[in-house]
């Protein structure tokens, strides 16, 4: 099997799980944050710092990746991690919720759905083969099947029929997949908000005994405490051999409540993206460091840290590079964020070690977000 | 005294020199190309990086600073080697060049240059005086005098004019200068393209004494042998115990042709300004990596090239980040260029050393441009 999933302890002090994800590339401890590299690279970043930083498993786009370079170079080029220069573990999502998201003009089917690039406007078809095609082309360690992401809110009878449309996707997905001693292909849990659907999903699903799941069809603009109740609802059915994947969450608090709720793999792009625009996570929370009132202050960006940004790098100096659009001053924010994150999660997994985690969280919630909760938003 | 040059030797093939400049921040071997550092960085690199590449002294741009972020943070931040987190030297051009090229409604009188900011339109004011006040300011290692760079061509009577009037902004950034034994001013020979000009324009400049010469006013459109034969009208009268140093010139020919005409420095953002448009310098002359040709071409940028990018990543990776806007892409390109001249550098340093950098040009131009002249184009 391409991917094996080791548990180590379960907290005593919530559901968190500590474990191993032994992958062809190396073996990561999870809870873990896998950053996103959209297209082969995760954005202002090499593969060098990534490692350094602490990353050992990353997100690649096929969405991305199919319009840009295409799928068939990256095969040629030997895979993703050859092509990028990458020798630890890869994932790559199926392109479903970038289809939804960012193309124009699409029209679902039971075959698949039609759209058109968001770049040249050239009509496209992805069905359920097609994902499984380009992602065996692209080489990930883990892949994902192909699904609809409904938004929210959506009907309750649109949610049954998509989730029950995406769960005959994973079939054909299954049946499609050429490289399962590479690469696992992990299954995607849908159901919307509603308990009795997600719960149905989450039986479909594992019937078909995958490598991995994820809980997808959050993080798409619901309240974060229904998200922390869908997990609630299923989590606990999933099976505690393999690894469960909440996609597209990485706020700090998000991060934390759903290691509580018992998942063990996030990404996002927010800590790359918020980068970008001079957006930062410290110890003591948001800093927009982009702003004027940082232009004389030479301090480090979080006096609590010691990533090579603050080791070296002033807020001014941050500053004044982000406002003049020196790529510079994104990889160190950049490279900030990201080890902000990786030490969170480190310090994630030292808790459930101690049965601690729960303290671990109210004790971090208190210096990130100031006392009460008013504060929590933003992310 | 601030910066002392010292003359190893002479080349018995050519004009060159070998030598050593000394610093405040490190000794830095001669001939040397140094990297552009517009706003207190080298676009995309990190300092660590321009290290490692073999980088003992970057420029950084006066005119830039003085709008963005201003002088006085630099300064309060401890001068440019602390706020860009730089340990060895840096030079600081006058921003004479930029309020030339740059700004909008220039107004040129005796007492200085009155100009709109080319990014708020706000008028600004720069003197001779001002100009050596903000390097005072930025601190860096080597500054350079305020001065006119006439267009090329120019009417000889302005040209005239112009340099007499650059020789008195001279005498008065001399006067001006508050901290002369950290800070090395050195001169600028103007006269345009006129032999007996530029010969009393030497004459003028080094009669102050100072401790290095630059030749200004080329690389602004001349043909390159009319360039080259300023120098070889300029360089003999320059003192031999003072650095010299060619602005704005960074193309491989001219490099290796001015130093062949006794140049000991040079700066240019030509390596770093084509690298993030996708064009490279390699042993085998120009390659534009944003091609569609190279969209399957699994080598190396260039073949006989060790940097980080050649033993890396292939021309199909690089591509496809260009073309994606990738800053990566654009990191790898700038790097390898960079290394590329640094590489040059070193080569012509040892050719001087054993007195064949006449038989070095030729088998460098064979290669580099192929047989003949025609290729030796585009930069």
Redesign the interface.
């Known amino acids: 099997m391409a991917v094996r999933y080791e548990l180590i302890k379960t907290c005593r002090q919530s559901g968190a799980r500590l474990g191993r994800l032994h992958t062809p590339h190396g073996t990561i401890e999870t809870p873990v944050f896998m950053p996103v590299g959209t297209?082969?690279?995760v954005?202002?970043?090499?593969p060098e710092e990534l490692r350094e930083m602490g990353s050992g498993i990353l997100l690649s786009n096929t969405y991305h990746l199919f319009l840009?370079?295409g799928h068939e170079?990256v095969r040629?080029?030997?895979g993703l991690h050859r092509?990028?220069?990458w020798d630890g573990a890869v994932l790559t999502d199926s392109g479903g919720f970038q289809v939804f998201s960012l193309s124009n003009l699409r029209q679902i089917t039971e075959e698949g759905v039609s759209f058109r690039s968001h770049l040249s406007g050239k009509p496209l078809f992805i069905s359920p083969e097609k994902s499984v095609e380009i992602q065996n082309a692209l080489g990930a360690d883990i892949i994902m099947a192909f699904d609809e992401c409904p938004p929210y809110p959506a009907d309750r009878n649109y949610v049954r029929q998509s989730m029950d449309r995406t769960y005959r996707w994973l079939q054909r997905c299954v049946a499609a997949h050429q490289r399962p001693e590479t690469q696992a292909l992990f299954g995607i849990v849908q159901g919307g908000m509603d308990k009795d659907l997600r719960q149905e999903s989450v039986r479909q699903v594992t019937e078909l005994d995958l490598p991995g799941y994820a809980v997808g069809g959050l993080s798409v603009g619901e309240p974060k405490d229904l998200m922390y109740q869908v997990l609630e609802d299923a989590a606990p059915l999933l099976p505690t051999d393999k690894p469960r994947y909440l996609m597209g969450v990485g706020s700090p608090d998000a991060l934390v409540e759903g290691v509580m709720r018992g998942i063990d793999m996030f990404d996002c792009v927010l800590p790359t993206r918020i980068a970008r625009n001079g957006t930062t996570m410290t110890s003591r929370g948001r800093l927009v460091v982009r702003n004027a009132r940082y232009?004389?202050d030479?301090s480090p960006l979080d006096p609590d840290c010691d990533c090579y940004t603050c080791r070296?790098?002033?807020r001014?100096?941050l500053?004044?590079?982000i406002?003049?659009d020196?790529?510079?001053?994104?990889?160190l924010t950049t490279y900030h964020n990201l080890y902000f994150l990786f030490q969170l999660m480190e310090q994630v997994r030292e808790a459930i070690r101690r049965d601690r985690l729960s303290d671990f969280r109210d004790s971090f919630f208190e210096s990130y977000y100031g006392p009460g909760e008013e504060r929590r938003r933003g992310f």
Chains 1, 2 share one sequence.
Do not use: C, D, V
């Open positions: 297209l082969a690279t954005k202002t970043m090499s840009r370079p170079i040629e080029a030997g092509f990028m220069n232009a004389r030479f070296h790098y002033t001014a100096y500053r004044h590079l406002k003049a020196e790529t510079f001053g994104l990889r």
